[in-house]
């Protein structure tokens, strides 16, 4: 699994409140892993981070 350290704190937070995302989220491979990271480095908002995770896995 990837080290805290390299999340966006605003991403560990959504993964953390929603475990089935999050179970999913360290069963991709490495490289899926940091593009997802990637993508959630773009979001700007607390409301926009929840929509980027909670549409992750749909």
Avoid at 7 to 14: D, K, N, S, V
Wanted: a negative charge; zero cysteines; hydrophobic letters at 40%.
């Amino acid at each position: 699994m990837i080290e805290n350290s390299e999340l966006p704190i605003g991403f560990t937070m959504e993964l953390a409140s929603h475990s089935d995302i999050l179970n999913q989220f360290a069963q991709l491979p490495k490289a899926e892993q940091n593009s997802v990271i990637e993508g959630a480095r773009q979001v700007k908002s607390h409301d926009e981070m929840r929509n980027y995770v909670e549409t992750l896995f749909k």
